[in-house]
Every structure is written in C-alpha cells, then in structure tokens.
C-alpha cells in the first residue's frame, strides 16, 4: 500500500529541466502549486511502509540473541530512515 501512495504521489510530482539541475528545478518545484500535496503524499507512502517494517519487528518476536538485537538495530535505523526522508521531503524544492 506505501509503494502504491509513493506512486501515485510521484506521478504527480512537478517535472521541467533536468532533476540534477538544482539551481534551475528548486525553483521550478517551489513554484509548483502541487509542490505540498505531492511531497505529503511521498512521505505519508514511505511512512506506511515504516510501519509496515515495525509491524514485522513485532511480529517476529524475537525473545534472545543475535535476533533481538538484529531487529532492535532494524527498528531505530527504520526510525532514522523516516526522520531523514521527512526532512528531504520538508525541504524538497525550496530555492
């Protein structure tokens, strides 16, 4: 379901010059009246996704061992992956 939100997102994000091109398509995005909608729905995606790995943490259960400090180390990495891509997604298109 987070892929298909991120999809669907994506397909509407705004496109001009070459993405690579900063100085000319940081403007181009802030000018973008879809610029909030779109970057909302990529982080909401990505979110549902996040949850979708905490899910799997829990449903595991991992009582001892390598395992429970393996899914632990999952978990916080799957904490910072999403306050990361908030912040990309935050400042996406700002000139």
């Given at each position: 379901m987070?892929?298909?939100?991120?999809?669907?997102?994506?397909?509407l994000?705004a496109?001009?010059?070459d993405?690579n091109?900063?100085?000319?398509?940081?403007?181009?995005?802030?000018?973008?009246?879809?610029?909030?909608?779109?970057?909302l729905?990529?982080?909401?995606g990505?979110?549902?996704?996040t949850?979708?790995?905490?899910?799997?943490?829990?449903?595991?259960?991992?009582?001892?061992?390598?395992?429970?400090?393996?899914?632990r180390?999952?978990?916080?990495?799957?904490?910072?992956?999403?306050?990361?891509?908030?912040?990309?997604?935050?400042?996406?298109?700002?000139?």
């Amino acid at each position: 379901m987070g892929v298909v939100v991120t999809a669907l997102a994506g397909f509407l994000h705004a496109e001009g010059v070459d993405p690579n091109n900063h100085r000319e398509i940081f403007p181009f995005y802030a000018a973008s009246r879809s610029r909030t909608p779109v970057h909302l729905g990529q982080f909401v995606g990505m979110a549902i996704i996040t949850v979708g790995l905490v899910g799997l943490f829990f449903g595991i259960g991992a009582r001892d061992g390598t395992a429970l400090w393996l899914s632990r180390l999952a978990l916080l990495w799957a904490g910072a992956a999403i306050a990361v891509y908030a912040v990309l997604q935050a400042v996406d298109g700002w000139p």
